[in-house]
């Protein structure tokens, strides 16, 4: 039997809603909870360098309220590893950062950045944090992690969730091969190979089919069907307040 597979839920956007005005509303925090209360595996939250989202004390409040573990995705700088170390999550998740980017844009280029990682790896290490690296699935990048001493791997399924939008049969096709092939490697080597980016209800399937694949993180498509699935109540509630107040 294929084993389970665990879902990591990115509560990133609920804190990109909650900065838009500024106050506590709403806590990324009662996200986590919600989560946990669900059965869903893991919290994946991601610190980026302009605290666009997540902020650090978002982190200690996440690790207090759950017992999930916390994936915490960071970039690879010397600020982000003192967080990490200080927090110590269960997992940090290795991601490229660019300031300009609207969302984490393709893998982490761990081949071209071994001398930078080596440290940071070997840190998070150190201290039983278990890494991941965000990488595109080819045998260069599965072959850097493998030098890095990685056991896990996520790796970037935008390209495949593009190509599914983009109505590409054949693209979509081979991107599944491809993950499915270095999902195959990696596991062969001894690494946990994950998923993720851009994973929908409509294009999760072919991913979560692959047998060696652990885990999923998902999250902007979660937060953002959850305005869809949650607004009826929530407007149905304040229906209720203002007859009631009359
Ligand atoms: N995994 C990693 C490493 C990510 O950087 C992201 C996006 O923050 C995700 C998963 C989740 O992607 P999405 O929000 O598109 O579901």
Do not use: W
Not at 77 to 88: F, G, P, V
């Amino acid at each position: 039997m294929t084993a389970p597979l665990r879902l990591g839920v990115n509560i990133d956007h609920v804190a990109t809603i909650r900065n838009a005005r500024g106050g506590d509303h709403p806590d990324p925090v009662r996200a986590a909870e919600i989560v946990a209360s669900v059965g869903g595996d893991g919290i994946t939250a991601h610190l980026r360098e302009d605290r666009r989202h997540i902020r650090d004390e978002d982190l200690a409040r996440i690790q207090e309220a759950t017992d999930l573990p916390l994936n915490l995705e960071m970039a690879a700088t010397q600020e982000m590893l003192e967080i990490a170390l200080r927090h110590k999550p269960h997992a940090a998740c290795i991601v490229p950062e660019k300031r300009e980017e609207r969302t984490t844009e393709g893998g982490l280029d761990a081949a071209g950045l071994h001398n930078t990682l080596v440290p940071i790896v070997d840190a998070l290490r150190e201290q039983d944090i278990r890494v991941s690296l965000f990488i595109e699935a080819n045998e260069r990048q599965l072959d850097a992690a493998l030098r890095l001493g990685a056991p896990v791997v996520e790796f970037h399924t935008g390209e495949y969730a593009h190509a599914i939008l983009d109505g590409d049969s054949e693209k979509t096709a081979s991107e599944v091969k491809r993950i499915s092939d270095m999902a195959a490697l990696a596991a062969k080597n001894g690494i946990e190979p994950h998923a993720g980016h851009g994973l929908t209800f409509e294009n999760v399937q072919p991913i979560a089919a692959i047998p060696q694949i652990a885990e999923l993180n998902i999250g902007h498509y979660l937060i953002g069907e959850a305005v869809f699935i949650g607004l009826e109540a929530a407007i149905r509630k304040m229906r209720d307040l203002m007859d009631d107040a009359r």
